[in-house]
């Protein structure tokens, strides 16, 4: 019967044991994504944000490669999202001069910053800077202005 006490305490403090640990293991968050530098980035908007005649990905020339990056490098970590809240602004692709690609998915998260994940579950703030003042606004500003030139400049051509 003495042997029987003991076992039973032992399972009860293994059981807490292991909910311990899965509780640890679960509420921690996952390292934070290095993005590297950017050869190219293409970038799609998601309805409403997009025009509607042309819902296509614009191309960000390099001299305004500094100005979207910096809105879609991960800092802080903002939990896992699955469903359809907070909405999907944007679609990013960048390309790196060793060839690898990383999609950034882009998420409203308020004013400041955007919410971006390369996974597609695990999302972040991204990289929140002093002159940032709203980061998907102005992300959504600076694709919808180059698609604007890229439109008027084919018009003209």
């Not at 003495?2 to 679960?26: D, M, P, Q, Y």
């Not at 409203?108 to 579950?121: F, L, M, R, T, Y």
């Amino acid at each position: 019967m003495k042997n029987a006490g003991i076992f039973i305490l032992g399972f009860v403090c293994g059981a807490a044991a292991l909910l311990l640990l899965l509780t640890v293991s679960a509420s921690r968050s996952p390292p934070t994504p290095n993005l590297k530098p950017p050869e190219s980035i293409t970038v799609l908007l998601f309805p409403p944000w997009t025009r509607t005649d042309t819902p296509e990905a614009v191309t960000v020339p390099a001299k305004r490669h500094g100005d979207v990056f910096r809105r879609l490098i991960p800092e802080t970590y903002y939990g896992e999202v699955t469903g359809d809240y907070p909405p999907i602004v944007a679609d990013a692709k960048i390309a790196h001069p060793d060839e690898t690609q990383t999609r950034v998915l882009v998420r409203e998260g308020g004013k400041n910053p955007a919410v971006v994940s390369v996974d597609g579950i695990h999302y972040f703030y991204a990289k929140n800077e002093p002159d940032v003042f709203a980061g998907v606004t102005e992300l959504i500003r600076i694709v919808r202005e180059l698609d604007y030139q890229k439109q008027n400049q084919t018009k003209t051509e």
